[in-house]
């Protein structure tokens, strides 16, 4: 440490100020990802009229999106081995860099080469922060820490469309990139003076083809769910060669870790049982919940015929509802210490909310219930996904907190990106259905077809999402199953070892 940082001894116990600052630092950095990602669209139509590539505009969400998912367990990997404040360095700068870049891109490719070197930062932003708060935190005080970062995303996706249009119009598209450089570089500065070097360093050797293979075979497989059916019909070459890609060296891989004595992903892992009901509920929770919520604009502006600000402004109920059972969910964790209770009500909130609104959007249900759905959606994700977290964090040991963590950070994701390209193929093939009875009712009413085809298409629509609803309603049920076979483990009380706080 420098010689002004206020702490000094890793071995001494941590203090609360000490973890307050480390803290804002982190939600600082949770800030700057998910900030980026809103602002970013809002700007596209801006940075598509000045670059051009209109072809390639989904690339520049698609690299970043990618580039994230796939590095996520290599964070968590490197941050076991190497300690946790040199990989949350790494992270930060490497998105500062690649936010300097994207500021001066001069064409399209290097626009979408850049967000890809963002993303490669940003994947570690979730996970270390995580990482990083259960080294310092107690597991029954967890809870209120991990769920504000549910309020750090909540806030950031009602900022950044505002942020993104107002800096857009007054300044370029250029500073969208470049705000985040302040911010940045404040988070480094109190993460440098607030967050402990190891007590101890540790030779470890680095898995260099277990790294490759895994970050090939996951970019391979997310490349598939993001492109495919969209811009790559399923039997085009590039689906194929992902596929085999994704097989073969995901095969190697498999066979890998079983050969290396410190492979970068630990085969022991997956041996233990709260880890992989934590994975699944939270793999087919987001499966759920990105597959349906991605429908929300599409709903409310087609069918209910609300503006692009209005129909923004109708799932904020979603965040307030995740902010106010977070808020509660730290309290309630502090004094029982009883995850599993607290999750299997909340899932059980989510999976009712989402059936009243596919039954609500099917029915023309309106406004009154559809926004308290939204909003108990929300309230009862906001029990699980933080608390799942803690969950495996108690169950891990230190030396694999961290890769844990990581992992189950990516296998949320993993099943957002599944649910979205299968609730996207879902809409696709109930439009196609119904394309043929759409143009029977334009060709049949003359001087009244378009009326005629507009409210064919609205009821086409909202059936199509009304069904979309329903299938998450059964995935989201499907983990709450799976939830009840999560073990119940004791939290404990104290304070993490030394060690761990690196």
Request: aromatic share 8%; glycine share 10%; proline share 6%.
């Amino acid at each position: 440490m420098t010689p002004t940082s206020p702490i000094r001894d890793a071995n001494a116990p941590v203090t609360d100020a000490e973890i307050r600052a480390v803290y804002l630092a982190l939600m600082a950095v949770l800030g700057l990802g998910a900030l980026d990602q809103s602002i970013v669209a809002t700007a596209l139509p801006r940075i598509v009229a000045d670059l051009g590539g209109l072809a390639h505009l989904s690339w520049v969400v698609t690299a970043y999106v990618l580039a994230s998912t796939a590095t996520m367990p290599l964070y968590g990997k490197l941050a076991d081995q190497y300690g946790r404040r040199p990989m949350i360095f790494t992270a930060l700068i490497t998105f500062l860099v690649g936010s300097v870049l994207c500021g001066l891109a001069r064409d399209m490719t290097e626009l979408i080469v850049f967000r890809a070197i963002q993303g490669l930062g940003s994947g570690g932003f979730m996970p270390l922060a995580q990482i990083i708060i259960g080294d310092l935190v107690p597991p029954k005080e967890r809870a209120r820490r991990q769920g504000s970062i549910a309020i750090v995303f909540a806030v950031t996706s009602v900022l950044g469309p505002v942020l993104g249009g107002l800096m857009t119009d007054l300044l370029s598209w250029h500073w969208i990139f470049y705000i985040n450089l302040p911010v940045g570089a404040l988070a480094l500065y109190a993460i440098a003076h607030s967050l402990r070097k190891p007590a101890a360093t540790h030779a470890h050797s680095i898995d260099y083809l277990g790294s490759v293979l895994l970050t090939v075979s996951i970019t391979a497989l997310l490349l598939i769910l993001a492109l495919g059916g969209t811009e790559w019909p399923w039997d085009a070459p590039q689906i194929q060669v992902c596929a085999l890609l994704a097989l073969v060296l995901g095969g190697w891989l498999l066979v890998h870790l079983r050969r290396t004595p410190e492979p970068v992903l630990p085969p022991d892992l997956f041996q233990n049982r709260v880890f992989n009901v934590a994975s699944i509920v939270m793999a087919l929770t987001f499966m759920g919940l990105m597959g349906a919520s991605v429908f929300f604009p599409l709903f409310f502006q087609l069918v209910m015929g609300s503006s692009p600000a209005r129909s923004g402004m109708m799932t904020v109920a979603m965040m307030v509802g995740m902010i106010a059972s977070s808020t509660l969910n730290g309290r309630v964790l502090s004094r029982s210490g009883k995850v599993k209770a607290v999750q299997v009500a909340g899932l059980s909130v989510a999976v009712a909310a989402f059936a009243l609104l596919a039954w609500g959007m099917a029915s023309a249900g309106g406004y009154l219930v559809i926004e308290p759905a939204i909003f108990f959606l929300g309230a009862g994700l906001g029990l699980v996904m933080p608390n799942m977290t803690i969950a495996v964090q108690n169950a891990l040991p230190l030396p694999r907190r961290g890769v844990g963590t990581a992992m189950l950070t990516f296998f949320r994701s993993l099943g957002g990106l599944l649910g979205v390209t299968g609730s996207g193929a879902i809409l696709a093939h109930q439009l196609h259905q119904h394309g043929i009875a759409a143009v029977a009712v334009a060709g049949g009413h003359g001087a009244a077809a378009a009326p005629a085809v507009q409210a064919a298409a609205r009821e086409i629509y909202r059936h199509a999402i009304a069904n979309i609803f329903g299938a998450g309603a059964l995935i989201v049920l499907a983990g709450l199953v799976a939830l009840l076979f999560l073990p119940e483990l004791p939290l404990g009380g104290g304070t993490a070892a030394p060690d761990s706080r690196n």
